[in-house]
């Protein structure tokens, strides 16, 4: 003979309390496959698509100014093992890159560097190219690179293929003389566009700078200005396209 659950209040009582468990449990997966989901779909935008970065310094200014948060098109020179988010890997073991391309003169981009810290820097010279630096005036393939002056330190550099850049000159200190180098092939020469406060390829990784960068510690082109704050939100700079 059967009894209904009706009739047996503390059995209904028990597979009442099942269910309620079960539906609990139900919850806490389907939550847990969400966040999951979330999680991997936030890495895989920042790995293969775009990543915020903050800026801590002005060595890259008037371009980019400390309190700026820029955008990375992370697209825009392949990827390598280099573009994963937190990677630690200072030179990836296969220095390949998946659709790999190389970066124009004059492009802003952010790199892997030592200490697997990232840092940004504008392409100066590719590979193959001779660069050097007199009196603060970028000499590339033995050619001086006009800078018309700007007024307030600044000038408009013209680059190779007619690329102009406002950069903040650096005619004097320990930094504005380099002897000429050859760019290994697979490797760039970049700058700070505030030549006398920058520490970059003018530098080894040993003496406090960046050195020649590899093409497979690239992580992306910065493309503009996501958000800026210095002392309170400096409206002006947000959204702006970075050339």
């Known amino acids: 003979m059967t009894q209904s659950l009706a009739q047996n209040p503390a059995r209904s009582a028990r597979y009442d309390r099942q269910e309620e468990a079960g539906g609990r449990r139900s919850q806490l997966l389907r939550a847990a496959g969400l966040i999951l989901a979330a999680f991997f779909g936030a890495l895989a935008v920042r790995t293969v ?15 980019l100014e400390a309190g700026d948060v820029i955008i990375v098109n992370k697209m825009a020179y392949g990827w390598s093992t280099a573009s994963l988010p937190g990677s630690i890997a200072e030179q990836p073991a296969n220095g390949d890159r998946l659709a790999g ?17 990232d840092y940004v820097k504008r392409v100066m010279a590719n590979g193959g190219d001779r ?18 002056p700007a007024g307030n330190s600044l000038c408009n550099e013209m680059l190779p293929g007619g690329k102009t850049l406002l950069v903040r000159t650096g ?28 520490a970059d390829s003018r530098l ?13 510690l690239l992580l992306g082109k910065v493309e503009r200005i996501l958000f800026s704050a210095n002392d309170g939100i400096v409206w002006p700079r947000i959204g702006l396209g970075i050339e």
Do not use: W
């Open 131 to 148: 660069v050097a630096l007199t009196g603060g005036t970028l000499v590339l393939n033995g050619r001086p690179i006009p800078c018309k």
């Open 204 to 216: 080894s990784v040993a003496d406090g700078g960046v050195g020649l960068v590899p093409h497979a």
């Open 171 to 198: 005619n004097g200190g320990p930094l504005a003389d380099m002897a000429e180098i050859i760019v290994p092939q697979g490797h760039y020469f970049v700058l700070g566009d505030n030549r006398a406060a920058s």
């Open 49 to 63: 698509l775009v990543e915020p970065f903050a800026i801590p310094s002005r060595s890259m200014a008037p371009t």
């Open 101 to 117: 391309r190389a970066p124009r003169y004059g492009d802003v981009v952010v790199f892997r560097g030592a200490g697997s810290k």
